[in-house]
């Protein structure tokens, strides 16, 4: 199978953990059974979302559902069934460091499910310890190999935490971070990925703040033959209209195909659900008109 991926990409994405346990339901380990039947219903709440979403017009053939395995199996179960686009992590929920959820049985999970993406969560950056930085290149390199030896697709999503020397010389402000040294990073981490053997087929990236780093991220991701490997953006939790721009600036840039986004689009709906302000339709309602939106924002 030819490495990359040619057609949009518009996940929603639901595959926290311990976010969820934490921010919504307010629990800590080891986890009830009340908490885990409720996150595994909120889960259901965002699919019934996501399937109206797609009967209100969002095309099916580039929308998919990015959900775990610990509290969403069913709704991973229905979305394959109904032939969605589906995208299923690798990684431990919330660690600093990437490693394998199942350790050595990582393959059979991914093969039980059968997803269209297997993805990772990678927190790295060049200029930070570069012993966990080795480590996770071995863990991500035997990833790939695993994945192209049997013609599956790879969804690497990367976040570039600033290190305090970065932020100390962006004045201590995290957007200035963003615009000014992270771009660069995210070049930079692509190349050093490729040259340890990690071969994504899409780079999950989180919003850019100028055409040309985007431009310039998609040169990497490309570079040395790898024509078909794209980009799509990650919302990293930011208000709508945050992520809506960064969106605008993305599509502009070919090669940049789509996002995946999550708690910008079903975190309020969900937590006013939980609450009993507003009723389990209502809540599926604001996720599906969300959704929809930014599928709009990013075509437009």
Same mark, same amino acid.
């Given at each position: 199978?030819?490495?990359?991926?040619?057609?949009?990409?518009?996940?929603?994405?639901?595959?926290?953990?311990?976010?969820?346990?934490?921010?919504?339901?307010?629990?800590?380990?080891?986890?009830?059974?009340?908490?885990?039947?409720?996150?595994?219903?909120?889960?259901?709440?965002?699919?019934?979302?996501?399937?109206?979403?797609?009967?209100?017009?969002?095309?099916?053939?580039?929308?998919?559902?990015?959900?775990?395995?610990?509290?969403?199996?069913?709704?991973?179960?229905?979305?394959?069934?109904?032939?969605?686009?589906?995208?299923?992590?690798?990684?431990?929920?919330?660690?600093?460091?990437?490693?394998?959820?199942?350790?050595?049985?990582?393959?059979?999970?991914?093969?039980?499910?059968?997803?269209?993406?297997?993805?990772?969560?990678?927190?790295?950056?060049?200029?930070?310890?570069?012993?966990?930085?080795?480590?996770?290149?071995?863990?991500?390199?035997?990833?790939?190999?695993?994945?192209?030896?049997?013609?599956?697709?790879?969804?690497?999503?990367?976040?570039?935490?600033?290190?305090?020397?970065?932020?100390?010389?962006?004045?201590?402000?995290?957007?200035?971070?963003?615009?000014?040294?992270?771009?660069?990073?995210?070049?930079?981490?692509?190349?050093?990925?490729?040259?340890?053997?990690?071969?994504?087929?899409?780079?999950?990236?989180? #919003?850019? =703040?100028?055409?040309?780093?985007?431009?310039?991220?998609?040169? &990497? %991701?490309?570079?040395? !033959?790898? +024509? @078909?490997?794209?980009?799509?953006?990650?919302?990293? #939790?930011? =208000?709508?209209?945050?992520?809506?721009?960064?969106?605008?600036? &993305? %599509?502009?840039?070919? !090669?940049? +195909? @789509?996002?995946?986004?999550?708690?910008?689009?079903?975190?309020?709906?969900?937590?006013?659900?939980?609450?009993?302000?507003?009723?389990?339709?209502?809540?599926?309602?604001?996720?599906?008109?969300?959704?929809?939106?930014?599928?709009?924002?990013?075509?437009?």
């Amino acid at each position: 199978m030819a490495l990359g991926y040619t057609k949009p990409l518009y996940l929603l994405a639901f595959d926290h953990r311990g976010s969820f346990e934490r921010d919504l339901f307010s629990a800590s380990h080891p986890i009830s059974d009340k908490v885990r039947a409720g996150i595994t219903d909120a889960k259901e709440v965002i699919y019934e979302g996501f399937v109206e979403a797609a009967a209100r017009g969002v095309p099916t053939d580039d929308a998919g559902i990015l959900v775990d395995e610990e509290y969403g199996t069913m709704v991973a179960r229905k979305a394959r069934s109904a032939g969605h686009v589906l995208a299923m992590p690798v990684e431990k929920s919330g660690q600093a460091e990437f490693d394998f959820e199942y350790g050595e049985e990582f393959g059979r999970h991914i093969e039980e499910f059968d997803p269209t993406f297997a993805k990772v969560l990678v927190r790295y950056n060049p200029d930070g310890d570069k012993e966990l930085n080795l480590r996770q290149a071995e863990r991500l390199a035997r990833l790939t190999a695993w994945l192209h030896d049997r013609d599956r697709r790879f969804l690497f999503e990367l976040l570039v935490p600033a290190t305090p020397e970065q932020l100390k010389r962006s004045g201590g402000e995290q957007r200035r971070y963003d615009r000014e040294i992270r771009p660069g990073l995210v070049v930079q981490i692509i190349r050093a990925m490729q040259d340890a053997g990690v071969e994504p087929d899409i780079w999950k990236i989180e #919003g850019l =703040d100028s055409a040309g780093a985007c431009t310039d991220v998609v040169a &990497a %991701a490309r570079r040395g !033959g790898r +024509d @078909g490997v794209c980009c799509i953006v990650l919302g990293r #939790g930011a =208000d709508e209209p945050q992520v809506i721009e960064w969106l605008r600036i &993305a %599509a502009s840039v070919s !090669g940049f +195909d @789509g996002f995946a986004v999550g708690r910008t689009l079903w975190e309020q709906p969900l937590r006013d659900w939980i609450a009993g302000t507003i009723d389990r339709s209502a809540a599926v309602d604001q996720i599906a008109a969300r959704y929809l939106e930014t599928v709009s924002g990013f075509v437009a």
